[in-house]
């Protein structure tokens, strides 16, 4: 047979080999899976790459061990009648008459190379390299490359335009904190990584560009959690001389094209409700649809009882299938976690078959003496319970007694991660502005260039809080993917929302003066969008945590235990940028 040399580096991955390919002399490179001994002179080498698994006969005296990379010369041939292994795609051959060489030795690895052992994170994260050789790993990295990729060729159909926004950018004294980079050259002065390319794609339509798109690395110094990191990548859009419909149709191409690229599942539909709806239906501006235990309002119902505990602006109510048999201990931990999230209490109630029969029951609750029988009768037929289940009330101002029974909603009813058909939902008309602030002034929602609903600038001043936006969001299976906004392009129309937020023309022109300084020049309608690229690959892949689709991520804590960043600069480093370090301001 041909020696390894003359064969190359490779002919052939090792999950691919298969029946067919019985007699052909290959080459496989790989890592070393596993080692089996087969009698005095022989041992079976599980031989891996990135495409599975194939065995491999080798002599004995081949000293390979686990993770040892190797390449292999042999024949495809068949396995022997009753060895065939239908677990592997590869189970009907086997490779034999090997040449091994081993191209490079490998200490024991610090866990398992295998999804059925799962493996503390911080070990895992310090040696990332290690943990990326897993399957699920593997998968993960390479379901993100294609939704990349499908995202790419969607909006190269739809006559976009790639662009590369800067890196070192200029403060903005809005949104999130952002990490500062300081001058060398100018000592004392600072860029910043962006936290989005907002401004500056903005700029892009002014400056003619018309469609503009890119896979942007995007920064910001917060608090981490399972969707959220330092760095992180979105799909950053926007166009000039649309409306709200056309920017959402850009994005849906582009999201159900790579849905369908990651999944190969039919295409799912896009459904749409308010602002408005969702918050009164789910308690969030981020609904999980795959479930119902829709929120329900029991002010009708409750407007003249004596009830003080459910006495208030709303009254909301939820729903829980087949839970009437909790604990007390149970209920009680629901009580407290509703105090937690805000709420002054929780009222529960068991449904219970009635006393005469009655197939609408009855409620058994520590307040059910205080409920007249009409109350108790419409709070069933409200929530539309049945004996067996619960109920769940909360009383307090409209939008945190919807927030709150919201989160119980997802603490007793979301199905895990990935689970069932997935529903996709556009958030529109957020408000304009989010409450007032200790300043008396309404304070942006968004961000300060969101344009009002056309319908509502009436209001703008004299009653901001009616005022409508023209944002939209998009989630998939109660994840946020992403927000945008048709954005403000005429002067006039920008100084009328400084103006309500309290932003004189001394800061705009400081905070934003680049911007508006622009617009002077002629700025044509345009809106936008940004959706995040890690959140949407994890939904697809059904991880809980977006560190399980970045390759190299932090921790929780910010930290990168495989590199040991962050970490301090020496002396000489420090001075030339002109900076030195001090005592660590106090906690928040």
């Known amino acids: 047979m041909a020696t390894p040399a003359a064969l190359g580096m490779r002919t052939d991955y090792c999950g691919t080999l298969r029946a067919s390919d019985a007699g052909r002399q290959v080459r496989l490179c790989g890592w070393v899976a596993s080692r089996r001994e087969h009698g005095e002179h022989l041992a079976f080498v599980d031989l891996r790459d990135h495409t599975g698994v194939v065995q491999c006969v080798v002599d004995h005296a081949h000293d390979v061990r686990t993770e040892y990379v190797i390449a292999v010369a042999g024949t495809v041939r068949p396995r022997p009648e009753g060895t065939v292994n239908p677990a592997l795609a590869t189970g009907e051959v086997e490779v034999g008459d090997c040449q091994v060489e081993i191209l490079a030795a490998a200490d024991p690895p610090p866990f398992p190379v295998t999804d059925r052992i799962d493996a503390d994170e911080a070990l895992r994260l310090r040696h990332r390299y290690v943990d990326l050789r897993r399957d699920r790993m593997q ?83 917060e608090d981490l959690r399972a969707d959220r990191q330092f760095e992180f990548t979105q799909l950053d859009l926007e166009a000039s001389f649309v409306g709200q419909e056309d920017v959402i149709g850009f994005v849906s191409e582009a999201v159900l094209e790579a849905d369908a690229a990651a999944t ?28 119902g235990m829709e929120l329900v309002d029991l002010g009708p119902v409750l407007a003249g009882t004596e009830l003080k505990a459910l006495q208030a602006a709303s009254v909301k109510a939820l729903r829980v299938p087949g839970q009437g048999g909790l604990g007390r201990s149970r209920l009680d931990a629901l009580v407290e976690r509703a105090k937690g999230l805000g709420a002054k209490g929780l009222v529960w109630a068991r449904v219970v078959a009635g006393g005469d ?49 919201g989160q119980l909603r997802l603490d007793l009813g979301r199905p895990p991660v990935g689970e069932g058909p997935p529903r996709y939902v556009w958030i529109v ?136 960043a962050p970490k301090a600069l020496d002396r000489q480093a420090m001075a030339e940028l002109g900076i030195r370090s001090g005592p660590a301001p106090p906690a928040r």
């Open 429 to 564: 008309d957020f408000p304009l502005f989010d409450g007032i602030g200790d300043d008396g002034r309404p304070e942006a929602a968004h961000h300060p260039f969101t344009m009002p609903n056309p319908e509502d600038l009436p209001f703008l001043e004299s009653d901001p809080l009616r005022v409508r936006s023209l944002a939209y969001d998009l989630v998939l299976d109660g994840w946020e993917l992403g927000s945008g906004s048709i954005r403000v392009h005429r002067v006039d129309m920008q100084r009328r929302i400084f103006a309500a937020l309290g932003i004189d023309e001394e800061q705009a022109q400081s905070r934003f003066g680049f911007l508006l300084d622009a617009f002077r020049f002629g700025a044509p309608p345009h809106g936008g969008f940004a959706l995040g690229i890690d959140r949407f690959v994890a939904v697809l892949a059904r991880e809980e945590n977006i560190r399980e689709v970045i390759a190299f991520p932090k921790t929780q804590s910010g930290a990168d235990p495989m590199t040991g």
């Open 357 to 405: 029969g009655a197939s609408g029951g009855a409620l058994e609750s520590p307040v059910s003496r205080f409920l007249s029988d009409d109350e108790q009768t419409g709070i069933i037929a409200a929530a539309g319970a049945a004996p067996g289940d619960l109920v769940l009330a909360v009383a307090d101002e409209h939008r945190r007694a919807c927030s709150v029974m």
């Open 264 to 291: 190969a599942r039919p295409r799912p539909s896009m459904d749409r409700i308010t602002w408005a709806e969702a918050m009164d239906r789910y308690g969030t501006d981020k609904p999980d649809l795959r479930f």
């Open 139 to 221: 998968a993960n990295l390479r379901m993100r490359a294609r939704v990349n990729a499908a995202i790419r060729t969607a909006m190269d159909r739809q006559g976009f335009t790639e662009v590369e926004t800067p890196l070192l950018w200029t403060p903005t004294p809005e949104g999130s904190r952002e990490f500062a980079v300081p001058s060398r050259r100018q000592h004392g002065s600072f860029y910043v990584l962006p936290q989005s390319p907002q401004i500056a794609k903005q700029l892009l339509m002014v400056g003619e560009l018309d469609r503009y798109y890119q896979l942007a690395r995007c920064l910001r110094d």
